[in-house]
């Protein structure tokens, strides 16, 4: 697995602090305001990694079924999770059924924050670092992808699904490098 570790800085979480509050609570959202910030950290955090790396991003996150457009060709969506460990090989990557047919991006990338579990959990300083894991485009997620039901329990790590949600593992996901050379070429 070959994701790449980000370090936040307090700029970063002041601009997701300031973005995730325009944004107000999306409909279906299960943490609410809370899930604006860790969506906003990703979305800033994907943008900036992106430009950093010669890659055209055409900003979208004022729609809902795309966030990005990079090199003018290619549409994104951001999946932010939040995780109190840097992510490992055996972890899966979910996307909300409540939004599977609306959303229609070229790929779903996966970045995973990394809290800081002795900071305070309201603190928004409590995220050290910001993973960019990779990508899977819609038709390997729904190939390859297993769907859980609201309120089902993985056996493998007891996480219980607050909604139905499609999950796809670390494996499966297209490494962050292998994405930003493709792109350069294109």
Not at 8 to 28: F, N, P, Q
Not at 65 to 91: G, H, S
Not at 98 to 103: D, I, M
């Amino acid at each position: 697995m070959g994701y790449i570790k980000h370090k936040l800085d307090i700029e970063t979480i002041d601009a997701a602090m300031t973005r995730s509050l325009e944004v107000g609570v999306l409909k279906g959202s299960h943490r609410k305001e809370a899930a604006n910030l860790v969506d906003s950290i990703g979305e800033i955090v994907f943008e900036s990694f992106m430009k950093h790396h010669g890659i055209s991003v055409e900003d979208l996150t004022d729609r809902t079924d795309i966030d990005f457009r990079l090199q003018d060709r290619f549409t994104i969506d951001v999946k932010t999770k939040d995780r109190t460990v840097l992510p490992k090989a055996e972890f899966d990557n979910s996307v909300p059924l409540y939004n599977h047919e609306h959303q229609t991006p070229d790929y779903f990338f996966f970045i995973s924050l990394v809290r800081d579990k002795a900071v305070d959990q309201n603190s928004p300083y409590r995220f050290t670092h910001a993973c960019l894991v990779g990508a899977i485009d819609k038709t390997g997620l729904d190939e390859r992808g297993q769907v859980w039901e609201k309120d089902a329990v993985d056996p493998s790590n007891g996480t219980k699904f607050w909604t139905d949600c499609i999950n796809v593992s670390m494996q499966d996901l297209m490494p962050t490098k292998v994405i930003v050379e493709t792109l350069k070429k294109s």
